[in-house]
Protein backbone atom coordinates (compact mmCIF):
# COMPACT_ATOMS: atom_id res chain seq x y z
CA UNK A 1 0.00 0.00 0.00
CA UNK A 2 1.24 3.33 -0.80
CA UNK A 3 2.13 5.36 2.49
CA UNK A 4 -0.24 7.85 2.50
CA UNK A 5 -3.36 5.04 2.07
CA UNK A 6 -1.67 3.37 5.47
CA UNK A 7 -1.36 6.65 7.02
CA UNK A 8 -5.39 7.30 6.35
CA UNK A 9 -5.95 3.95 7.81
CA UNK A 10 -4.03 4.30 11.50
CA UNK A 11 -4.80 7.92 11.74
CA UNK A 12 -8.61 7.15 12.87
CA UNK A 13 -7.64 4.52 15.51
CA UNK A 14 -5.18 7.07 17.12
CA UNK A 15 -6.28 9.01 20.39
CA UNK A 16 -6.34 13.08 20.06
CA UNK A 17 -2.92 13.41 21.81
CA UNK A 18 -1.12 10.73 19.36
CA UNK A 19 -2.70 11.94 16.10
CA UNK A 20 -1.09 15.52 17.31
CA UNK A 21 1.81 14.17 17.37
CA UNK A 22 1.64 12.74 14.01
CA UNK A 23 1.06 16.27 12.76
CA UNK A 24 4.58 17.06 13.75
CA UNK A 25 6.77 14.93 11.93
CA UNK A 26 6.55 15.75 8.89
CA UNK A 27 4.71 17.98 6.11
CA UNK A 28 3.42 14.74 4.35
CA UNK A 29 2.01 13.87 7.91
CA UNK A 30 0.75 16.50 8.88
CA UNK A 31 -1.23 17.25 5.31
CA UNK A 32 -2.57 13.98 6.40
CA UNK A 33 -3.53 14.58 10.19
CA UNK A 34 -4.85 17.94 9.08
CA UNK A 35 -7.78 15.86 7.49
CA UNK A 36 -11.06 16.80 9.67
CA UNK A 37 -12.77 13.71 9.14
CA UNK A 38 -10.04 11.86 11.24
CA UNK A 39 -11.02 14.62 14.18
CA UNK A 40 -15.05 14.06 13.31
CA UNK A 41 -13.62 10.21 14.60
CA UNK A 42 -12.24 11.36 18.09
CA UNK A 43 -15.32 14.20 18.35
CA UNK A 44 -17.80 11.01 17.72
CA UNK A 45 -16.25 8.85 20.65
CA UNK A 46 -16.47 12.17 23.09
CA UNK A 47 -19.46 13.60 21.94
CA UNK A 48 -21.24 11.62 19.60
CA UNK A 49 -24.67 13.19 19.44
CA UNK A 50 -22.88 16.75 18.44
CA UNK A 51 -21.34 14.88 15.46
CA UNK A 52 -25.24 14.17 14.28
CA UNK A 53 -25.29 17.78 12.45
CA UNK A 54 -24.69 17.86 8.98
CA UNK A 55 -21.39 20.50 9.75
CA UNK A 56 -19.57 21.17 13.03
CA UNK A 57 -20.56 23.65 15.16
CA UNK A 58 -16.94 25.28 15.43
CA UNK A 59 -15.35 26.18 12.01
CA UNK A 60 -13.76 22.62 12.22
CA UNK A 61 -13.81 19.26 14.06
CA UNK A 62 -10.47 19.66 14.70
CA UNK A 63 -10.86 23.51 16.38
CA UNK A 64 -13.88 21.60 18.52
CA UNK A 65 -11.72 19.18 19.46
CA UNK A 66 -8.68 20.65 20.40
CA UNK A 67 -10.93 23.53 22.36
CA UNK A 68 -12.47 21.24 24.56
CA UNK A 69 -10.11 18.63 24.82
CA UNK A 70 -8.02 20.94 26.69
CA UNK A 71 -10.92 21.62 29.48
CA UNK A 72 -9.95 18.28 31.29
CA UNK A 73 -6.75 19.78 32.36
CA UNK A 74 -7.07 21.20 35.95
CA UNK A 75 -6.16 24.88 35.89
CA UNK A 76 -3.86 25.91 38.42
CA UNK A 77 -5.49 28.33 40.93
CA UNK A 78 -4.64 31.87 41.55
CA UNK A 79 -3.25 32.50 44.85
CA UNK A 80 -5.69 32.74 47.71
CA UNK A 81 -6.81 35.82 49.32
CA UNK A 82 -6.27 35.35 52.59
CA UNK A 83 -3.61 33.25 54.69
CA UNK A 84 -3.24 30.49 57.55
CA UNK A 85 -1.98 34.15 59.45
CA UNK A 86 -5.30 35.50 59.14
CA UNK A 87 -7.02 33.00 60.52
CA UNK A 88 -7.71 31.94 64.23
CA UNK A 89 -9.79 28.69 65.02
CA UNK A 90 -12.04 27.62 68.08
CA UNK A 91 -12.10 24.19 69.01
CA UNK A 92 -14.33 23.01 71.69
CA UNK A 93 -15.44 19.57 72.79
CA UNK A 94 -17.82 17.71 74.56
CA UNK A 95 -18.12 14.43 76.31
CA UNK A 96 -22.14 14.23 77.26
CA UNK A 97 -22.69 18.01 78.63
CA UNK A 98 -19.24 18.45 80.30
CA UNK A 99 -16.68 20.16 77.89
CA UNK A 100 -13.40 18.27 78.22
CA UNK A 101 -11.64 20.66 75.55
CA UNK A 102 -11.39 24.05 74.14
CA UNK A 103 -8.65 25.68 72.52
CA UNK A 104 -7.84 29.37 70.53
CA UNK A 105 -5.81 27.74 67.49
CA UNK A 106 -3.74 30.37 65.28
CA UNK A 107 -4.07 29.43 61.78
CA UNK A 108 -0.40 28.35 61.19
CA UNK A 109 -0.56 25.80 64.11
CA UNK A 110 -2.33 23.51 61.83
CA UNK A 111 0.08 24.40 58.44
CA UNK A 112 0.95 21.23 57.09
CA UNK A 113 4.08 18.94 57.51
CA UNK A 114 5.17 21.02 60.95
CA UNK A 115 4.13 18.37 63.47
CA UNK A 116 5.77 15.21 64.70
CA UNK A 117 3.55 12.19 65.47
CA UNK A 118 4.50 10.98 69.01
CA UNK A 119 5.85 7.42 68.76
CA UNK A 120 3.46 4.14 69.91
CA UNK A 121 1.06 5.41 66.93
CA UNK A 122 -0.38 2.11 65.05
CA UNK A 123 1.32 1.48 61.39
CA UNK A 124 -2.00 2.19 60.03
CA UNK A 125 -2.30 5.43 61.74
CA UNK A 126 1.52 6.38 60.99
CA UNK A 127 0.60 5.87 56.85
CA UNK A 128 -2.15 7.61 57.28
CA UNK A 129 -0.49 11.10 59.39
CA UNK A 130 3.01 10.46 56.77
CA UNK A 131 0.22 10.47 53.19
CA UNK A 132 0.55 12.75 50.74
CA UNK A 133 -2.50 14.08 51.22
CA UNK A 134 -3.02 17.28 52.94
CA UNK A 135 -3.84 17.52 56.61
CA UNK A 136 -4.54 20.43 59.21
CA UNK A 137 -3.58 18.92 62.82
CA UNK A 138 -3.17 19.75 65.89
CA UNK A 139 -1.26 18.38 68.86
CA UNK A 140 -2.94 17.52 71.84
CA UNK A 141 -1.10 18.58 75.15
CA UNK A 142 -2.05 17.54 77.85
CA UNK A 143 -3.55 14.41 76.18
CA UNK A 144 -6.93 13.64 77.56
CA UNK A 145 -9.45 10.07 77.62
CA UNK A 146 -12.97 9.83 76.58
CA UNK A 147 -15.10 6.61 77.26
CA UNK A 148 -16.39 4.60 74.35
CA UNK A 149 -20.19 4.90 76.00
CA UNK A 150 -20.04 8.28 75.89
CA UNK A 151 -21.74 10.72 73.18
CA UNK A 152 -18.54 13.14 72.18
CA UNK A 153 -19.66 15.91 70.00
CA UNK A 154 -16.97 18.98 68.53
CA UNK A 155 -17.74 22.56 67.27
CA UNK A 156 -15.69 24.52 65.23
CA UNK A 157 -15.51 28.19 64.39
CA UNK A 158 -13.37 30.04 62.65
CA UNK A 159 -12.14 34.00 62.77
CA UNK A 160 -10.74 36.23 59.76
CA UNK A 161 -8.58 38.52 62.07
CA UNK A 162 -8.22 40.90 58.74
CA UNK A 163 -11.83 41.81 59.08
CA UNK A 164 -13.25 41.10 62.35
CA UNK A 165 -15.87 38.24 60.59
CA UNK A 166 -17.08 34.29 61.88
CA UNK A 167 -17.74 31.16 60.22
CA UNK A 168 -19.11 28.19 61.38
CA UNK A 169 -17.03 24.81 60.05
CA UNK A 170 -18.51 22.14 62.57
CA UNK A 171 -21.53 22.89 64.98
CA UNK A 172 -21.80 20.19 67.49
CA UNK A 173 -21.05 17.49 65.41
CA UNK A 174 -21.06 13.73 67.38
CA UNK A 175 -18.12 11.39 66.95
CA UNK A 176 -20.47 8.70 65.56
CA UNK A 177 -17.58 6.54 63.90
CA UNK A 178 -14.69 5.01 65.59
CA UNK A 179 -12.08 3.03 62.82
CA UNK A 180 -10.02 0.60 65.95
CA UNK A 181 -7.87 -0.64 63.07
CA UNK A 182 -6.71 3.01 62.18
CA UNK A 183 -7.29 4.65 65.51
CA UNK A 184 -9.03 7.52 64.49
CA UNK A 185 -13.40 8.75 65.54
CA UNK A 186 -14.59 10.90 62.85
CA UNK A 187 -17.28 13.38 63.17
CA UNK A 188 -18.46 15.75 60.24
CA UNK A 189 -20.46 18.58 58.99
CA UNK A 190 -21.15 20.27 55.60
CA UNK A 191 -19.91 23.78 55.50
CA UNK A 192 -22.17 27.05 55.38
CA UNK A 193 -21.18 28.41 51.75
CA UNK A 194 -21.70 32.51 51.22
CA UNK A 195 -24.91 32.89 48.88
CA UNK A 196 -23.04 34.90 46.75
CA UNK A 197 -21.30 30.91 45.83
CA UNK A 198 -25.07 29.44 44.79
CA UNK A 199 -23.62 26.88 42.90
CA UNK A 200 -21.31 25.44 45.37
CA UNK A 201 -23.16 23.06 47.87
CA UNK A 202 -22.41 19.63 50.08
CA UNK A 203 -18.89 20.23 50.83
CA UNK A 204 -17.87 18.48 53.85
CA UNK A 205 -15.50 19.25 56.74
CA UNK A 206 -14.20 15.91 58.89
CA UNK A 207 -12.73 16.32 62.35
CA UNK A 208 -10.54 13.14 64.03
CA UNK A 209 -9.77 12.69 67.09
CA UNK A 210 -6.48 10.62 67.21
CA UNK A 211 -5.57 7.92 69.42
CA UNK A 212 -2.93 5.92 70.93
CA UNK A 213 -3.86 2.35 72.35
CA UNK A 214 -4.81 2.62 75.84
CA UNK A 215 -3.26 -1.05 77.10
CA UNK A 216 -6.15 -3.73 78.13
CA UNK A 217 -8.90 -0.81 78.29
CA UNK A 218 -10.63 -1.04 75.43
CA UNK A 219 -13.35 0.80 76.37
CA UNK A 220 -10.94 4.55 76.88
CA UNK A 221 -9.66 6.38 74.39
CA UNK A 222 -6.42 8.36 74.88
CA UNK A 223 -6.21 11.21 72.31
CA UNK A 224 -3.11 12.44 71.10
CA UNK A 225 -4.04 14.80 67.89
CA UNK A 226 -7.02 16.64 66.49
CA UNK A 227 -7.02 16.60 62.84
CA UNK A 228 -9.21 18.73 60.32
CA UNK A 229 -9.81 18.37 56.52
CA UNK A 230 -11.78 19.23 53.83
CA UNK A 231 -10.37 16.21 51.17
CA UNK A 232 -14.15 16.50 49.54
CA UNK A 233 -12.95 19.51 48.00
CA UNK A 234 -9.51 20.68 49.03
CA UNK A 235 -6.20 18.44 48.97
CA UNK A 236 -3.61 21.40 49.32
CA UNK A 237 -3.15 24.40 51.50
CA UNK A 238 -3.85 26.81 48.62
CA UNK A 239 -7.48 24.88 47.99
CA UNK A 240 -8.19 25.14 51.84
CA UNK A 241 -7.69 28.97 51.80
CA UNK A 242 -9.59 29.31 48.57
CA UNK A 243 -12.07 27.38 50.64
CA UNK A 244 -12.38 28.73 53.72
CA UNK A 245 -12.84 32.32 52.01
CA UNK A 246 -15.91 31.35 50.26
CA UNK A 247 -17.90 30.33 53.87
CA UNK A 248 -20.78 32.17 54.81
CA UNK A 249 -18.93 34.83 56.94
CA UNK A 250 -20.47 36.75 59.25
Not at 232 to 240: F, G, K, P, Q, R
Request: charged share 25%.
Amino acid sequence: MPCDEILKAVFPLLEGADLAKCMVVNKQWREIAQDDYFWKCLCAKRWPAICKRPQPPTVTYHKLFKTFYKRQHRRALLPPRLSLNDLEFYVDIWTEDRLIFSEVVPGPTLQNGIWIPPPGICDVLKYHLEGSGYKMILPVEPRFTIPLSHSVSVSVLVVRKDSNKVACIIDKSVFDYIDRTAYRALAFDYLDISPSNPFVSEIRAWISLLFLDNGNNEGIIDVFGIELDFCDAANSEEEVLWLLDILDWK
